[in-house]
């Protein structure tokens, strides 16, 4: 089991955005996009085996947890952005009458929201997986030994803020996929080839 | 030098298509335009050392080559999908009067197109690059010492047809990222940090 966690520090929790031109108004729910393409899908194929977790903290309502469950996920995830962020425009309107921290709205089968935040997500996490956090001066990944249910933890193209990382310390192993700074989306399709050259892939 | 070589078997030759809907209306254009985000980008960051041709040969008028030249690339290429299509269609407009096989046209600093056909462009990379096709059942891409100019040849979704394949028998080596289908722009991502990490990245 694979799960990725992505905090996008200006995503638009409210669907106010054009989908004509995400980058300029959506406070790049594109890079989302993108992120699910790379979680998800193979060349005619899905990753049951993926779950998702969306933490979107821009305007005007944050935040918003996006929860995309490879294992249940009726509705089409097609590899384009457009209609990817339709999906999410979707959850973001299901959640809109959201109050309790803690409850989850069924979307679709398989797509949730809730006004969880990354520490709820990554506490919720932590009971059944290990918990990576994607960073240039990580431990290399391919000196690490994965557990069966391996989480990994990625900024947007912001990063994660010096609060985010103090509140990871301890709780997640800093690793590295290389020696540059990549795009998160870039990083989940690595990591996800990567993981599947393993002798047991988780 | 890395030079990445994509066959869009039905992408669009004329620029006809829906911008609001590039899978159902244009061929697939959106397969080409995540397959430049992962040649090019990085966080904050462009590639100059890549060269990207894409190889359209659907309807009306295949084939059109539209070659990206990273060191020389004025225009901006976004992460997005919508606008880096719109780069397309300027090549595609700019190319709809060609008649010679052998000219290109120059689209902006960086950016051209002609009509050379697939095999045309195979043989100019060889000549100085040393080229792999990616296959799932090739040599691992872990066993591989790499030269410093390195060409990549990939199918989009539908693959590379058996007569692409002859062609390539013999001028390329079958190379393979991983034991299962992957999208281009993954492969192409994971090719990406895969190079980096090499004592001498091409």
């Given at each position: 089991m694979r799960t990725f966690i992505i905090k996008?520090?200006?995503?638009?929790?409210?669907?106010?955005?054009?989908l004509n031109d995400l980058p300029g108004t959506s406070g790049r729910i594109d890079v989302l996009c993108r992120f699910l393409n790379s979680a998800f899908l193979l060349s005619h194929g899905f990753r049951k085996n993926v779950r998702v977790w969306l933490l979107l903290y821009g305007p005007p309502e944050p935040p918003k947890a996006i929860r995309f469950e490879g294992s249940r996920l009726k509705v089409r995830l097609n590899p384009d952005e457009r209609s990817t962020a339709r999906l999410i425009v979707k959850a973001l309107k299901a959640g809109?009458?959201?109050?309790?921290?803690g409850k989850e709205v069924e979307v679709y089968p398989g797509l949730y929201v809730s006004n969880r935040t990354f520490e709820d997500v990554v506490r919720l996490t932590l009971k059944n997986s290990a918990i990576y956090y994607l960073h240039e001066?990580?431990?290399?990944?391919?000196?690490i030994r994965f557990p069966q249910n391996v989480a990994f933890v990625l900024g947007d193209h912001k990063g994660l803020s010096p609060e985010d990382e103090a509140f990871l310390d301890g709780i997640a192993e800093r690793v590295s996929v290389g020696r540059k700074s990549y795009l998160a989306s870039h990083v989940v399709a690595y990591i996800n080839i990567f993981l599947d050259s393993l002798p047991n892939p988780p």
């Open positions: 996008a520090n200006e995503a638009h929790t409210r669907p106010d955005f054009k809109g009458g959201l109050r309790e921290p001066e990580g431990r290399p990944i391919t000196d």
